[in-house]
């Protein structure tokens, strides 16, 4: 069996009134498309620190309340390479700041109604209802090299 890297992930969704923060990925994995706001996780750090860490980089504002409801494990290719990717997502309803576009990412707003799946990876219609409605959830998905589901399978949790 082939040995697959690891990379530890992070993404926090960031809601107010019913309403949810997505950020356009101006560059590298998944450019062009809507996510929530993260990225890896540094040597040293805790998941928790790289998922702060991460969203005052990418649209300078800084998570003060959050809760993970999610933990998703992707078999992915990333840079040509197939690795495990394990990703933490986390609900942010209190933070500092006001989002702001950065070189990596040009933050809006959307109603939770009107949220545009289209324009995400298609794992995310799978989990965002729930996510959005307080639920925890695992998850494990297999993409191909262009990103194309191949394979899917949630289920709501209690906890952790």
């Excluded at 706001?37 to 991460?54: F, L, N, V, Y």
């Excluded at 194309?148 to 949630?154: I, T």
Aim: net charge negative; no cysteine; aromatic share 10%.
């Amino acid at each position: 069996m082939e040995e697959l890297r690891t990379i530890n992930t992070t993404l926090v969704l960031l809601v107010k009134e019913n309403q949810v923060l997505l950020g356009e990925k101006k560059r590298g994995f998944a450019k062009g498309t809507l996510n929530g706001i993260g990225g890896k996780q540094d040597p040293g750090e805790t998941i928790e620190q790289a998922m702060i860490r991460e969203t005052q980089e990418e649209i300078g504002v800084t998570p003060v309340k959050f809760e993970l409801i999610g933990k998703i494990h992707f078999d992915v290719w990333y840079k040509g390479e197939r690795v495990n990717m394990y990703l933490n997502i986390y609900i942010s309803t209190v933070f500092d700041g006001e989002p702001i576009e950065t070189d990596e990412m040009i933050p809006h707003w959307f109603n939770f109604d009107t949220i545009p799946y289209e324009k995400m990876l298609q794992d995310d219609l799978l989990w965002m209802p729930m996510a959005l409605k307080g639920k925890k959830f695992v998850g494990d998905v297999k993409f191909d090299k262009d990103l194309k589901m191949l394979s899917h399978k949630f289920e709501e949790v209690k906890d952790f």
